[in-house]
């Protein structure tokens, strides 16, 4: 008896399509991860909400060093890439290889012109004389828009992932969910940047 | 029989969306960002701060959602996923709050203020996500 209870468990541990939940294990899995990432970006945010105004009278605050019209033009492109990413899906979805070739490249190339400008906007404070351990608006300022950062890297480097398979041919609309799973992590971390944009960038200091 | 003894293929059905329906989500985003950087010029600036923060918070919501909703596939997909998501947020985002305004966030700010940030992000995502709480592809039958 108990066998047989157990027998539909053990076609779920071989089958790697049957699941209980109706759903992909795989879907579920990367949402369960976003789910536990905005825990860690909400815990970055609240801190340097409480940090940002912790600064002397004389200390660089954050209405000396934000270039805000720098910054829009950072968050179009990353807007921007949500759109390139959602495509080279549909693309691949449709079996047209070529198309999602060249949206995955776009993707990434967005994602890297952001990472870029970051990085040059870290350089501009740090010459300004906001460096990581300046005061606390900077500890975690940098804490919160460098995780931000490292997320993005990585994505790029799953997005180069998915176009070195579909160069090699093992990326077809087969295996569509793959890249719509590293679509959900991108995605992701447009959402995480248009809450960041507003609360760090936009609200009144 | 629990529901395990039954497990059934993974879904693979999506709704297929035509490219044209991301580009007008993509660009309605970029409008609503527009909105928001127009915001940071010093004319618009004569609003309270409490009046800027409530139109910002409006605007961000709202561009999350339409991300969530349509580029992240959460209005045609099982809605275990919307689940999953929103839930997390609707705990973790009071949570922060309380933790903020007990910190000292925001000392000078009126007390039922600070309840309605805390509160009325959470009930307006409750309100959409019982609203669509079954989703569209809520038929996980074995096939």
């Known amino acids: 008896m108990a066998d047989t209870a157990l027998a539909p468990d053990a076609q779920v541990e071989h089958d790697p399509h049957a699941t209980s939940l109706g759903v992909s294990h795989e879907k579920l899995g990367m949402w369960v991860f976003l789910g536990s990432d905005c825990l860690l970006f909400g815990g970055l945010i609240s801190v340097y909400l409480l940090n940002k105004g912790r600064i002397g009278p004389d200390d660089i605050g954050p209405e000396d060093v934000f270039d805000i019209p720098f910054t829009s033009v950072s968050s179009f492109v990353l807007l921007l890439s949500s759109l390139t990413v959602v495509l080279s899906i549909t693309a691949l979805q449709r079996g047209d290889i070529r198309r999602t070739k060249i949206w995955l490249l776009t993707t990434a190339f967005l994602g890297a012109v952001f990472v870029g400008g970051q990085v040059y906007e870290f350089t501009a404070f740090y010459r300004e004389g906001l460096g990581y351990t300046t005061n606390l608006f900077g500890s975690s300022f940098f804490t919160l828009t460098g995780f931000h950062g490292v997320h993005v890297s990585f994505g790029i480097i799953l997005l180069m992932s998915m176009y070195i398979r579909a160069a090699r041919g093992k990326l077809g609309p087969a295996q569509s969910e793959k890249l719509e799973i590293v679509g959900l992590y991108w995605h992701f971390v447009d959402v995480v940047w248009i809450v960041i944009f507003t609360i760090v960038y936009l609200f009144p200091q | ?143």
Do not use: Q, R
């Not at chain 2, 297929?16 to 985003?29: C, E, F, G, Q, R």
């Not at chain 2, 004319?43 to 339409?66: A, N, Q």
């Open chain 2, 1 to 143: 029989m629990t529901a395990t003894a039954h497990p059934v293929e993974a879904e693979d059905h999506h709704e297929h969306v035509s490219d044209w329906v991301y580009i007008k989500i993509a660009l309605i985003l970029a409008f609503l960002t527009a909105i928001e950087v127009f915001t940071y010029f010093e004319s618009v600036h004569k609003m309270s701060d409490e009046l800027l923060i409530i139109v910002l918070s409006t605007l961000m919501v709202v561009k999350f959602f339409f991300v969530a909703a349509y580029f992240m596939h959460l209005k045609y997909d099982n809605a275990i996923f919307t689940k999953m998501i929103v839930a997390g947020m609707l705990i973790a985002y009071p949570v922060y709050c309380v933790f903020a305004f007990a910190m000292g966030w925001l000392p000078g700010w009126n007390v039922f203020v600070k309840i309605g940030l805390m509160a009325i992000p959470p009930i307006v995502a409750g309100a959409w996500l019982m609203f669509d709480w079954n989703g569209p592809k809520e038929d996980t039958e074995a096939h």
